[in-house]
């Protein structure tokens, strides 16, 4: 199965600031499909990004996905409070489908 | 809007079976992939297996030989059931919905604890 590792495992940073998270495949993952979710407590995970690089319905556009092959990041270019939570990235290219360690993003 | 909710007991019994729902609202249960994820106290999160609404499924090799997944369309539901449970087991289970393979509705989860 795809393993995946995502680095850091805490981002302390404030509103404004840009943040980038990283995804490590321990394969490539066929055809790109890498997704990453927000999760805050008690709520359900939300897709933010799709195929690598593509926005989920909803998402501003200061989320942005980029990455191929076993390399992926997400980056917010600019924090804003409700942006705070925990992240995931997960493949689905490949049976099984699995999830990264998750990167939490805090104040 | 696509709702999902996941129901069922919250403390099972080891060596018991773990039963859960997922109650869909918002959209049709046919059409669509459905799947069941977990994540366990301190652990990264988990696919337990999917389900197309024809009856077609498909289950995480680490979990086959205990899990059944199956879908009624009449209720616009569908369930999970894990055999032989143990405290390892002790997670919160989601329900999510699949475009494709790709999760992208989910429940809020419920805590399952498998404890005597």
């Known amino acids: 199965e795809i393993v995946l590792t995502q680095s850091p495992g805490t981002l302390s940073l404030s509103p404004g600031e840009r943040a980038t998270l990283s995804c490590r495949a321990s394969?490539?993952?066929?055809?790109?499909?890498l997704a990453w979710y927000q999760r805050k407590a008690g709520q359900a995970p939300r897709l933010l990004i799709y195929?690598?690089?593509s926005r989920a319905a909803g998402i501003p556009d200061r989320l942005s996905g980029s990455g191929s092959g076993t390399d992926f990041t997400l980056t917010i270019s600019r924090l804003e409070p409700e942006d705070f939570a925990v992240y995931y990235c997960?493949?689905?290219?490949?049976?099984?489908?699995?999830f990264g360690g998750g990167t939490k993003v805090e104040i | 809007q696509v709702q999902l909710q996941e129901s069922g007991p919250g403390l099972v019994k080891p060596s018991e079976t773990l039963s859960l729902t997922c109650t869909v609202s918002?959209?049709?249960?046919?059409?669509?992939?459905w799947s069941w994820i977990r994540q366990p106290p301190g652990k990264r999160l988990e696919w337990i297996g999917n389900?197309?609404?024809?009856?077609?499924?498909n289950y995480n090799p680490s979990l086959q030989s205990r899990v059944t997944i199956s879908a009624d369309t009449s209720k616009n539901e569908f369930s999970l059931k894990l055999g032989s449970v143990t405290p390892a087991d002790t997670a919160v289970y989601y329900c999510?919905?699949?475009?494709?393979?790709?999760?992208?509705?989910w429940g809020q989860g419920t805590l399952v604890t498998v404890s005597s």
């Open positions: 918002g959209v049709s249960i046919r059409d669509y992939y």
């Open positions: 195929g690598a690089s």
């Open positions: 997960q493949q689905y290219g490949s049976s099984p489908l699995t």
């Open positions: 394969q490539s993952i066929p055809s790109n499909y």
């Open positions: 389900i197309y609404y024809s009856g077609s499924t």
């Open positions: 999510s919905r699949g475009a494709g393979w790709l999760p992208d509705y």
